[in-house]
Protein backbone atom coordinates (compact mmCIF):
# COMPACT_ATOMS: atom_id res chain seq x y z
CA UNK A 1 0.00 0.00 0.00
CA UNK A 2 1.06 3.61 -0.08
CA UNK A 3 3.04 4.88 2.77
CA UNK A 4 2.83 8.68 4.08
CA UNK A 5 4.68 9.54 7.07
CA UNK A 6 5.45 12.14 8.90
CA UNK A 7 8.22 13.27 10.70
CA UNK A 8 7.34 14.42 13.85
CA UNK A 9 4.76 13.19 15.55
CA UNK A 10 4.54 16.70 17.95
CA UNK A 11 5.05 20.00 17.20
CA UNK A 12 5.13 22.76 20.34
CA UNK A 13 5.80 26.34 18.76
CA UNK A 14 5.15 29.42 20.53
CA UNK A 15 2.24 31.70 19.28
CA UNK A 16 3.46 34.14 16.76
CA UNK A 17 6.33 32.15 15.23
CA UNK A 18 6.00 29.96 12.06
CA UNK A 19 5.26 25.97 11.94
CA UNK A 20 7.19 24.24 10.08
CA UNK A 21 5.14 20.13 8.82
CA UNK A 22 6.85 17.81 7.40
CA UNK A 23 5.37 15.00 5.60
CA UNK A 24 7.38 12.06 3.63
CA UNK A 25 5.16 10.03 0.84
CA UNK A 26 5.92 7.30 -0.71
CA UNK A 27 4.27 7.23 -4.48
CA UNK A 28 5.62 8.55 -7.50
CA UNK A 29 2.30 8.58 -9.44
CA UNK A 30 0.52 10.73 -7.31
CA UNK A 31 -0.21 13.95 -8.67
CA UNK A 32 -2.72 15.83 -5.90
CA UNK A 33 -1.84 16.71 -2.18
CA UNK A 34 -3.88 18.12 0.25
CA UNK A 35 -3.12 19.03 4.22
CA UNK A 36 -6.04 18.62 6.70
CA UNK A 37 -6.48 20.12 10.33
CA UNK A 38 -8.51 18.17 12.48
CA UNK A 39 -9.05 19.52 15.77
CA UNK A 40 -10.57 18.09 19.09
CA UNK A 41 -14.41 16.59 18.06
CA UNK A 42 -14.47 17.37 14.35
CA UNK A 43 -13.35 15.97 10.70
CA UNK A 44 -10.82 16.49 8.68
CA UNK A 45 -10.78 20.17 7.68
CA UNK A 46 -9.51 21.08 4.17
CA UNK A 47 -6.79 23.25 4.21
CA UNK A 48 -4.89 23.56 1.12
CA UNK A 49 -4.11 21.14 -1.72
CA UNK A 50 -1.22 21.45 -4.08
CA UNK A 51 -0.70 19.31 -7.81
CA UNK A 52 2.28 17.69 -8.44
CA UNK A 53 2.89 20.15 -11.72
CA UNK A 54 3.39 22.77 -8.55
CA UNK A 55 6.17 23.12 -6.48
CA UNK A 56 4.75 25.98 -4.08
CA UNK A 57 1.22 26.83 -3.11
CA UNK A 58 0.19 29.88 -1.02
CA UNK A 59 -2.77 30.36 1.41
CA UNK A 60 -3.62 32.60 4.05
CA UNK A 61 -1.41 32.31 6.60
CA UNK A 62 -0.39 28.99 5.38
CA UNK A 63 2.45 27.58 2.26
CA UNK A 64 2.68 24.06 0.78
CA UNK A 65 5.60 23.12 -0.50
CA UNK A 66 6.19 19.84 -2.61
CA UNK A 67 9.79 18.28 -3.44
CA UNK A 68 8.71 15.79 -6.13
CA UNK A 69 12.48 14.88 -5.94
CA UNK A 70 12.82 13.52 -2.61
CA UNK A 71 9.15 12.79 -2.41
CA UNK A 72 8.38 15.32 0.50
CA UNK A 73 5.82 17.85 1.17
CA UNK A 74 5.82 20.35 3.71
CA UNK A 75 3.13 23.15 5.47
CA UNK A 76 4.17 26.19 6.71
CA UNK A 77 2.31 28.17 9.18
CA UNK A 78 2.93 32.10 8.95
CA UNK A 79 2.40 33.88 12.46
CA UNK A 80 1.03 30.77 14.32
CA UNK A 81 -2.06 31.30 16.49
CA UNK A 82 -3.41 29.29 19.54
CA UNK A 83 -6.32 28.70 17.08
CA UNK A 84 -4.41 26.77 15.17
CA UNK A 85 -3.81 24.22 17.78
CA UNK A 86 -4.71 20.56 16.00
CA UNK A 87 -3.46 17.64 14.59
CA UNK A 88 -2.47 18.29 11.13
CA UNK A 89 -2.70 15.15 8.27
CA UNK A 90 -0.99 15.28 4.90
CA UNK A 91 -2.70 12.79 2.40
CA UNK A 92 -1.77 11.76 -1.56
CA UNK A 93 -3.97 10.32 -3.78
CA UNK A 94 -1.58 7.61 -4.83
CA UNK A 95 -2.74 6.49 -8.32
CA UNK A 96 -6.19 6.64 -7.65
CA UNK A 97 -8.05 10.74 -7.71
CA UNK A 98 -10.94 9.59 -4.80
CA UNK A 99 -8.59 7.33 -2.63
CA UNK A 100 -6.60 9.40 -0.30
CA UNK A 101 -3.72 8.29 1.69
CA UNK A 102 -3.36 9.52 4.61
CA UNK A 103 -0.24 10.35 7.33
CA UNK A 104 -0.48 9.17 10.80
CA UNK A 105 -0.44 13.02 12.25
CA UNK A 106 0.99 15.72 13.31
CA UNK A 107 0.04 17.40 16.96
CA UNK A 108 1.01 21.38 17.01
CA UNK A 109 0.95 22.89 19.92
CA UNK A 110 1.00 26.83 19.96
CA UNK A 111 1.72 27.88 23.28
CA UNK A 112 0.62 31.60 24.74
CA UNK B 1 -25.69 24.64 3.05
CA UNK B 2 -25.31 21.65 6.12
CA UNK B 3 -21.90 19.71 6.38
CA UNK B 4 -21.40 15.71 6.34
CA UNK B 5 -23.35 14.65 9.38
CA UNK B 6 -22.98 11.09 10.97
CA UNK B 7 -24.34 9.55 13.65
CA UNK B 8 -23.77 8.37 16.94
CA UNK B 9 -20.64 10.32 17.89
CA UNK B 10 -19.73 7.80 20.08
CA UNK B 11 -20.68 3.60 20.62
CA UNK B 12 -19.44 1.70 23.26
CA UNK B 13 -20.32 -1.84 22.65
CA UNK B 14 -19.39 -4.99 23.59
CA UNK B 15 -17.21 -8.08 21.39
CA UNK B 16 -19.54 -10.50 19.20
CA UNK B 17 -22.50 -7.40 18.97
CA UNK B 18 -23.50 -5.21 16.12
CA UNK B 19 -23.00 -1.87 15.53
CA UNK B 20 -24.37 0.52 12.60
CA UNK B 21 -22.97 3.91 11.90
CA UNK B 22 -24.99 6.46 9.43
CA UNK B 23 -23.38 8.99 7.52
CA UNK B 24 -25.53 11.88 5.56
CA UNK B 25 -23.22 13.60 3.30
CA UNK B 26 -23.98 16.79 1.59
CA UNK B 27 -26.70 17.25 -0.55
CA UNK B 28 -26.21 16.82 -4.12
CA UNK B 29 -22.83 14.92 -3.56
CA UNK B 30 -22.64 11.48 -5.29
CA UNK B 31 -19.50 10.71 -4.07
CA UNK B 32 -19.43 9.16 -0.44
CA UNK B 33 -16.26 7.98 1.49
CA UNK B 34 -15.65 5.83 4.82
CA UNK B 35 -12.39 6.36 6.46
CA UNK B 36 -10.89 4.83 9.70
CA UNK B 37 -8.50 5.76 11.81
CA UNK B 38 -7.57 3.27 15.05
CA UNK B 39 -5.49 4.09 17.78
CA UNK B 40 -4.26 6.86 16.59
CA UNK B 41 -2.84 5.72 13.62
CA UNK B 42 -3.38 6.71 9.66
CA UNK B 43 -6.59 7.53 8.96
CA UNK B 44 -7.19 4.36 6.23
CA UNK B 45 -9.81 4.43 3.33
CA UNK B 46 -12.33 1.45 3.30
CA UNK B 47 -14.63 2.52 0.68
CA UNK B 48 -15.75 4.93 -1.98
CA UNK B 49 -19.51 4.86 -3.55
CA UNK B 50 -20.79 6.48 -6.54
CA UNK B 51 -23.80 6.84 -5.92
CA UNK B 52 -25.65 3.95 -4.57
CA UNK B 53 -22.73 1.70 -6.13
CA UNK B 54 -19.11 0.70 -4.66
CA UNK B 55 -16.87 1.44 -6.74
CA UNK B 56 -13.78 0.48 -4.52
CA UNK B 57 -14.38 -1.68 -1.86
CA UNK B 58 -10.31 -2.54 -1.33
CA UNK B 59 -9.81 -1.08 2.03
CA UNK B 60 -12.65 -3.07 3.59
CA UNK B 61 -11.08 -4.62 6.46
CA UNK B 62 -13.05 -8.04 6.37
CA UNK B 63 -16.23 -9.28 5.32
CA UNK B 64 -17.72 -8.42 9.25
CA UNK B 65 -18.16 -4.70 7.34
CA UNK B 66 -20.85 -4.33 5.62
CA UNK B 67 -21.65 -0.99 3.54
CA UNK B 68 -24.33 -0.13 2.05
CA UNK B 69 -26.12 3.23 0.25
CA UNK B 70 -29.92 2.63 -0.73
CA UNK B 71 -30.89 5.06 -2.93
CA UNK B 72 -27.20 7.24 -3.29
CA UNK B 73 -28.25 9.22 -0.52
CA UNK B 74 -27.17 8.50 3.16
CA UNK B 75 -24.88 5.50 3.86
CA UNK B 76 -24.93 2.82 6.51
CA UNK B 77 -21.70 0.77 7.67
CA UNK B 78 -22.49 -2.27 9.73
CA UNK B 79 -20.00 -4.18 11.57
CA UNK B 80 -21.24 -7.83 12.79
CA UNK B 81 -19.18 -9.31 14.95
CA UNK B 82 -17.32 -6.28 16.53
CA UNK B 83 -13.74 -6.85 17.66
CA UNK B 84 -11.66 -5.48 20.22
CA UNK B 85 -9.72 -4.15 17.13
CA UNK B 86 -12.45 -3.09 15.49
CA UNK B 87 -12.28 0.46 18.10
CA UNK B 88 -11.59 3.44 16.02
CA UNK B 89 -13.39 6.53 14.53
CA UNK B 90 -14.87 5.87 11.67
CA UNK B 91 -15.03 8.97 9.01
CA UNK B 92 -17.42 9.56 6.46
CA UNK B 93 -16.29 12.12 3.81
CA UNK B 94 -18.29 13.39 0.24
CA UNK B 95 -17.02 15.14 -2.48
CA UNK B 96 -19.04 16.45 -5.69
CA UNK B 97 -18.98 14.60 -9.06
CA UNK B 98 -15.09 15.07 -10.00
CA UNK B 99 -13.88 17.29 -7.16
CA UNK B 100 -11.20 16.16 -5.59
CA UNK B 101 -12.06 17.81 -2.81
CA UNK B 102 -13.51 15.29 0.28
CA UNK B 103 -15.74 17.02 3.29
CA UNK B 104 -15.19 14.89 6.12
CA UNK B 105 -18.28 14.48 8.76
CA UNK B 106 -17.17 14.70 12.79
CA UNK B 107 -17.09 10.81 12.69
CA UNK B 108 -18.20 8.22 15.02
CA UNK B 109 -15.41 6.82 17.80
CA UNK B 110 -16.70 3.30 17.99
CA UNK B 111 -15.37 1.62 21.41
CA UNK B 112 -15.51 -2.60 21.18
CA UNK B 113 -15.14 -3.86 25.13
Known amino acids: GESVGLHLPTLSVQEGDNSIINCAYSNSASDYFIWYKQESGKGPQFIID?????DKRQGQRVTVLLNKTVKHLSLQIAATQPGDSAVYFC???????????FGSGTKLNVKP | EAGVTQFPSHSVIEKGQTVTLRCDPISGHDNLYWYRRVMGKEIKFLLH????????ESGMPNNRFLAERTGGTYSTLKVQPAELEDSGVYFCASSYGTDYEQYFGPGTRLTVT
Open chain 1, 50 to 54: IRSNM
Open chain 2, 49 to 56: FVKESKQD
Open chain 1, 91 to 101: AENGDNFNKFY
